[in-house]
Nanobody, 124 residues
Framework: QVQLIESGGGLVQAGGSLRLSCAAS????????VGWFRQAPGKEREWIAS????????YYADSVKGRFTISRDNVKNMVYLQMNSLKPEDTAVYYC?????????????????WGQGTQVTVSS
């Protein structure tokens, strides 16, 4: 059974930082690209970052470029999202995902496995 479990969310002031973690199990982790998505209340799920199987290629949405960093550890089967300079508009539920689609394809439909999400709230 494949599981992706996020952690590290919470409440932070604007300008602060958080590091999200995602623990993967039940799959050959380095066969999958990984990505982070988020969904704010009343909005559609938004792709924000993705990384190729062996960390060579990363992509970021313009809204987080330069502030967020995705990384992975294929030995520990972990994915991370370092979030700096947080803004109130970053408030959302954050999801990690794994997929076998091409890393440059950002659509949610290219990811087969999803975590349950972790809440990030940024206060002004």
């Amino acid at each position: 059974q494949v599981q992706l479990i996020e952690s590290g969310g919470g409440l932070v002031q604007a300008g602060g930082s958080l590091r999200l973690s995602c623990a993967a199990s039940g799959l050959t982790f380095n066969n999958y690209k990984v990505g982070w998505f988020r969904q704010a209340p009343g909005k559609e799920r938004e792709w924000i970052a993705s990384m190729s199987r062996y960390s060579a290629i990363t992509y970021y949405a313009d809204s987080v470029k330069g502030r967020f960093t995705i990384s992975r550890d294929n030995v520990k089967n972990m994915v991370y999202l370092q979030m700096n300079s947080l803004k109130p508009e970053d408030t959302a539920v954050y999801y990690c995902a794994g997929g076998q689609g091409a890393v440059w394809k950002a659509g949610a439909e290219t990811y087969e496995y999803w975590g349950q999400g972790t809440q990030v709230t940024v206060s002004s």
